[in-house]
DNA sequence: GTTGAATGCGAGCAATGACTCGCGTCACGA
DNA sequence: TCGTGACGCGAGTCATTGCTCGCATTCAAC
């Protein structure tokens, strides 16, 4: 941000552009994404846009950040209710509260995951895995039968990487051949098999 | 293609073109893939670009078919190798293959499968995965006990994607705490335990 | 050698888009 | 009421880029 805006008259301004923003993404795709397009969407004029937002960049980060942050709110939501109740029930809970989260907004997952440059969402979505990672390593590690052979960090890489991209495919590929019910049965399946071994 | 070269001049120049293509996108990135540019370090006209490539996106998209192709060729000859021989033996081969086909060029993976956009690699990548999806499908079909819970179509979706996802994050995160062998060791865990449950 | 097609060149067009700047307007404290 | 700084505007600048076109050069068949 270039500054702060103070008074509510442009706070109401950034927010419009931030919406629209948004709004611009999903609809025209990430090609159009101008700051012009932008500003005119919001009903504003590209010079106000850069007086809050040093560059393109800047916008649509805060677009960005904005969605994975929605979606790590809601993961997050479903990790706390559950607190200390770990096993099975769990891991079914958190595939399905990230399944509802990504569907909450599909287009702008495809958008924001198959448009735009990865790259772009490489800290929000490290972050994201990073958190559910830690919180499910320290769980394995303070297992009664901890020694086994899937080691703890590992482990949980291995689980998080394989949960998030079939929870992300499913919802953008929509496959006929598995149903919501019965991709969260396969997901218990795969890592209960595989903590278990 | 918008005509096809006759003489070895011109066959020659569309050669250099495409390699032009692979080298600026892994050393200037995709921003920096401009017609102009590729021509040059092409040590070609603009002009000339477009008696053979109809637009931009065409020299970029046989530079991508190119790469997908390469890996897909790498798989396909692992596969071909072990055909019969189904089972955990296989899982890993193909696994490694696909490893090693990923670790070939990590410079131009990294920027195809981070800076471009997905929808330009949705079609080559699909194929790849289709491919080996149906073959284990049909695997999975023929054993013996067949009629057991992990739906052979169901249960190939899940095993390529989590797969898929695994290798390319191994290659381009390099994480610390997973070794090459380990991670052999862990995809075999998952999804043996996956498939026999 | 001549000729016509294939090839290659590169200046330049047209469009786009990120970003600026000078000017007018508005709100608020004095 | 008035002055000042925050706010907002939008025409315009500058650079880039996708792509074309008229001309020069080379090749191969006769």
């Known amino acids: 941000m270039r500054k702060a805006p103070q008074q509510a008259r442009s706070r109401e301004m950034v927010e419009r552009l931030v919406t629209a923003g948004r709004r611009v993404l999903v609809e025209r795709g990430y090609d159009a994404f101008s700051t012009n397009r932008v500003a005119t969407v919001a009903g504003v004029s590209p010079g106000s846009l850069y007086q809050y937002f040093p560059d393109k960049a800047a916008i649509l980060e805060v677009v960005i950040d904005r969605y994975w942050?929605?979606?790590?709110?809601?993961?997050?939501?479903?990790?706390?209710?559950?607190?200390?109740?770990f096993g099975p029930g769990m891991v079914r809970a958190t595939t399905d509260a990230l399944l509802t989260a990504l569907e909450a907004d599909r287009e702008l997952l495809r958008v924001v995951a198959e448009e735009l440059p990865v790259q772009r969402n490489r800290e929000r979505r490290a972050a994201l895995e990073r958190r559910v990672?830690?919180?499910?390593?320290?769980?394995?590690?303070?297992?009664?039968?901890?020694?086994?052979?899937?080691?703890?960090?590992?482990?949980?890489?291995?689980?998080?990487l394989a949960i998030e991209n079939l929870a992300m495919r499913w919802v953008l590929?929509?496959?006929?051949?598995?149903?919501?019910?019965?991709?969260?049965?396969?997901?218990?399946?795969?890592?209960?098999?595989?903590?278990?071994?």
């Open 69 to 85: 942050e929605e979606v790590a709110d809601r993961v997050a939501a479903s990790l706390a209710d559950r607190i200390g109740e």
């Open 173 to 197: 590929d929509q496959p006929e051949v598995v149903t919501r019910d019965q991709l969260l049965d396969e997901v218990l399946a795969l890592v209960g098999g595989y903590l278990l071994a």
């Open 133 to 160: 990672r830690e919180l499910m390593t320290t769980y394995l590690a303070a297992r009664p039968d901890s020694s086994h052979r899937p080691n703890p960090a590992v482990a949980s890489w291995v689980v998080v």
